[in-house]
């Protein structure tokens, strides 16, 4: 299996900044996209963002502006920049991950999720 693992969620006052960061392990031959989605009290998961192995990068217009995402393709990590955040941003983000694994097999892999509280 594939597994990740999130970090970097917490709490920050409006206006603040975080960074989150997703590793992937185990058998992979390759990942075409990473990416992050996030789920508030009371709403559906949405989708935040995406970007491919190449570096092709989607966001959602929620977040334009104001998150970057990027990733380490020798680390299998995908990051979250996350600034001039707002109290709707809070949620629980997961983190998005679909491949190939060692076998040739696609994959589509979703972390734990982290909870990222914006409050004053």
């Known amino acids: 299996q594939v597994q990740l693992v999130e970090s970097g969620g917490g709490l920050v006052q409006p206006g603040g900044s975080l960074r989150l960061s997703c590793a992937a392990s185990g058998s992979i031959l390759s990942i075409g996209t990473m990416g992050w989605y996030r789920q508030a009290p009371g709403k559906q998961r949405e989708f935040v963002s995406t970007i491919t192995s190449s570096g092709s990068t989607i966001y959602a217009d929620s977040v334009k502006g104001r998150f970057t995402i990027s990733r380490d393709n020798a680390k299998n990590t995908v990051y979250l920049q996350m600034d001039s955040l707002k109290p709707w941003d809070t949620a629980v983000y997961y983190c998005?991950?679909?491949?190939?694994?060692?076998?040739?097999?696609?994959?589509?892999?979703w972390g734990q999720g982290t909870q990222v509280t914006v409050s004053s």
């Open positions: 998005y991950a679909g491949g190939r694994n060692g076998a040739g097999v696609p994959f589509n892999s």
